[in-house]
């Protein structure tokens, strides 16, 4: 059965850090690309960051937005996906989801599994 556990969600302040996992079971991250998607209310869900087969990240969000701020990264003996995200900011706070998708290009959509979601708020 394949699962995707988002965590590590929470309120926060401007200017602090948090990272996020996602735990995974019923397949390896390694066979599959991997990401991070937020979602506002109201707004689609959006993707952030992806992680390929071979361990390279691909940008899916604005890049003034989340490149220097939003790092993806995987744990292969783990199987389990990470999202850091520094200097936060308020406009951060959304539910994050962890997603995968088959193929080895990782475009934003190609995903079609994601998991329930983590929520993050950041207060100024």
């Known amino acids: 059965q394949v699962q995707m556990v988002e965590s590590g969600g929470g309120s926060a302040q401007a200017g602090g850090s948090l990272t996020l996992s996602c735990i995974v079971s019923?397949?390896?991250?390694?066979?599959?690309?991997m990401g991070w998607f937020r979602q506002v209310p109201g707004k689609e869900r959006e993707g952030v960051v992806g992680i390929s087969r071979g361990g390279g990240s691909k940008y899916y969000a604005a890049s003034d937005f989340v490149k220097g701020r939003f790092t993806i990264s995987r744990d292969t003996a783990k199987n389990t996906v990470y999202l850091k995200i520094d200097s936060l900011k308020p406009e951060d706070t959304a539910m994050y989801y962890c997603a995968t998708a088959d193929g080895f290009f990782c475009r934003e959509g190609d995903f079609r599994d994601w998991g329930q979601g983590t929520q993050v708020t950041v207060s100024s």
């Open positions: 019923g397949f390896l991250i390694r066979d599959k690309c």
